[in-house]
């Protein structure tokens, strides 16, 4: 499973980034008011910094629209993933701009025939919002798995993103589910990476290397 960044703020993808980790980058437009960045800006900026898929959301609601900004963006890099909207304009949309060579995250997927629906349009990535489907009751990360198994069973080649990742159970999970991606905010990534027995670990091997090197370089 691959990992994309589910932000907009540059210093959260730089530090990630550093990791080695990162194929691609996820905004939304809440994300990029967050950032405080003008769009064009700083999807420019994420595409040179990172060089995977980032997805820019179009904000246009009618298919014509989607179309003409869909454009306008894929247009910034060459790397940018048009985002679209689970919608009538968003399928018309995502069918538009795929016979045009571009590629889509058609997001805000909440069930299979959506996803299904979507694959159809020729999307190149489809996102159920794992975290926000919790949030009403039900299971975020059944809902991944049975887009993945419908999709097997098709031979839909449409990738599964999982999206509205909340803490690092949702990522193993989503891993396990057969997410091809799981989009993950930058608090997540921190999560991932801590444990106390690593950190333990290594203060012990640095006190004893620290002993060692003194015993050697005292006289004898
Ligand atoms: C997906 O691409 C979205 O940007 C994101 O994962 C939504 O997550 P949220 O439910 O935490 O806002």
Not at 19 to 35: D, M, Q
Not at 77 to 82: A, C, R
Not at 89 to 110: D, H, S, Y
């Amino acid at each position: 499973m691959e990992f994309f960044i589910d932000t907009a703020i540059i210093d959260e993808i730089k530090e990630i980034n550093a990791w080695g980790v990162l194929s691609g980058v996820t905004t939304n437009p809440s994300l990029i008011v967050a950032s405080g960045r003008d769009f064009k800006e700083v999807v420019s900026e994420i595409a040179a910094l990172v060089g995977g898929a980032i997805s820019a959301e179009v904000t246009a609601l009618d298919a014509e629209g989607m179309i003409t900004q869909g454009k306008e963006v894929a247009a910034w890099n060459e790397h940018v993933v048009v985002k679209l909207p689970l919608t009538p304009a968003g399928l018309q949309a995502c069918k538009a701009l795929t016979a045009e060579g571009i590629k889509t995250n058609v997001t805000l997927c909440f069930s299979v025939p959506q996803a299904l629906l979507a694959a159809r349009a020729g999307a190149t990535y489809i996102s159920p919002f794992a975290g926000r489907v919790d949030d009403i009751g039900w299971d975020g990360i059944q809902l991944v798995r049975e887009i993945k198994e419908a999709y097997v069973m098709g031979d839909i080649d449409t990738k599964v993103l999982a999206a509205s990742i909340r803490h690092p159970v949702h990522v193993v999970q989503a891993a396990l589910a057969g997410a091809d991606v799981a989009t993950i905010p930058y608090k997540v990534f921190k999560q991932m990476i801590a444990h106390p027995l690593t950190d333990k670990g290594l203060e012990g091997f640095m006190k004893d290397w620290a002993k060692g090197q003194a015993a050697q370089a005292a006289p004898t």
